[in-house]
């Protein structure tokens, strides 16, 4: 039995669930299904802890859980280790992460940045930041004033034949600790954890989704500090390359050159396109809810 998705603005087959998607029937991108993945890459370029990766391969081997091949940017193929209900849902999580990157690295379609997208008003912004600066709850939390989420963590990019930079429709939820979810003055009463042994629960937005291509505006980072000044900040067009290249999403995985110009050249697109700005709590501690004001206060004069 399979099932079919929609990510990315790619269609995805695949014959483990995937109920954080958008189911879809378009013709297939992509193929995800179970087998017998290879030991090891006859020629791997990079290596890291659990995975080798060159231009059309990239394995990953995590123990006790599964094995992922990832070939030509279009089949996946999982070998379980663990079988258990438990396990799947590592599995879900994983697929998501690091093989879908993987995978959009390969087809050299899509730019990644790791960020939080959000859009009002046909105008999307990312939220970057590095782990736990808090880009999950201040999407969440600008959602309550107006915006609709194009994706958590990962933001998909695009660009037209004049280089402006759109974002894709991702994954229509967010990941968020508990405290966060209360917070937001939300209830986290039955939501599920995105892992049994990950205390971050998995918070639906698939009413607040918005599923239509998007050009992206602007990139706010977050930097999880109590900082003096402007709680908003321009950063010059070197700042803001330098931004972008540190934000990639798992931009450990690209290997070989054809990948790593498509990745420079499209940073230096994003940088010339777009407004990016770093944002920071204020010497205080601004509240969340007080912040993602800020910013859509700051979203609204760009429209004038």
Known sequence: MSFAY??????????????????DNDSPDIEIRYGKCPQNLGKAIKHGLKFEANSDEFLLKV?????????EGKKVTIQPRDKSESAESIVSLQLLGPVIAALLFQREEL???????VARNDK????????????STLATALLDLGFQSLGDDVCALSFDANARPYARPSIPSAKLWK???????LEPEGLKRIA????????PLFDRFSRVDTPLAGIYLLTGEHGLGDILSPLSAIEGLSAIK????????????????HIFSRSVMLANATTIKSTHRGPKGTPLKELAKHILNDTERWER
């Open 63 to 71: 123990d006790g859980c599964a094995d992922y091949y990832v070939t």
């Open 246 to 261: 540190e934000h990639q999403f798992r931009k450990i995985i690209a290997t070989g050159e054809s990948q790593q110009r």
């Open 196 to 203: 049994p042994s990950i205390e971050k629960l998995h918070f």
């Open 179 to 185: 405290d966060s979810i209360e917070l937001l003055g």
């Open 6 to 23: 929609k990510a990315f603005g790619l269609t995805i087959q695949s014959e483990i669930q995937l109920p954080l998607l958008q189911n």
């Open 124 to 135: 999307a912004f990312a939220i970057a930041g590095r782990s736990g600066s808090g880009k």
């Open 111 to 117: 730019f990644l940045l790791h960020a939080s997208v």
